[in-house]
């Protein structure tokens, strides 16, 4: 059995990021999951909704500069960051969770556990 998490933390203002539209897609960009983070800035949905992914290549594509402007942010026109989209392989059974920290101008992920 293969799962998926994830966790949204904004470094901008220091706290988990709530109310990111996230989607995940397949290789061919096949649409298999839409939803927002918490207040935690977690999907909890995701993995209920998607409780066993088949080896392969995925995307996670978070709706950064949507989050940031109802936050109140001033943004560029268009913004230097409008989405961010994880591509990531899933090679093995297990649990695989993947973070985003994001401002408005840089993020970074990592495989976290």
């Known amino acids: 059995?293969?799962?998926?998490?994830?966790?949204?933390?904004?470094?901008?203002?220091?706290?988990?990021?709530?109310?990111?539209?996230?989607?995940?897609?397949?290789?061919?960009?096949?649409?298999?999951y839409t939803g927002v983070t918490n207040p935690d800035?977690?999907?909890p949905g995701l993995s209920e909704a998607v409780p066993?992914?088949?080896s392969g290549q995925y995307a996670l594509v978070f709706a950064v500069a949507d989050y940031f402007s109802g936050m109140g942010v001033t943004l560029p026109e268009p913004p230097f960051l409008d989405e961010v989209r994880i591509a990531f392989g899933l090679a093995s059974p297990g649990h695989y969770h993947v973070p985003l920290l994001v401002s408005p101008f840089a993020y970074s992920t990592y495989r976290g556990s």
């Open 52 to 54: 066993d992914l088949a």
């Open 41 to 43: 800035g977690r999907c």
């Open 1 to 32: 059995m293969t799962t998926l998490s994830t966790h949204v933390l904004d470094t901008m203002h220091g706290l988990p990021a709530s109310e990111v539209k996230l989607r995940l897609e397949d290789k061919a960009g096949t649409v298999l």
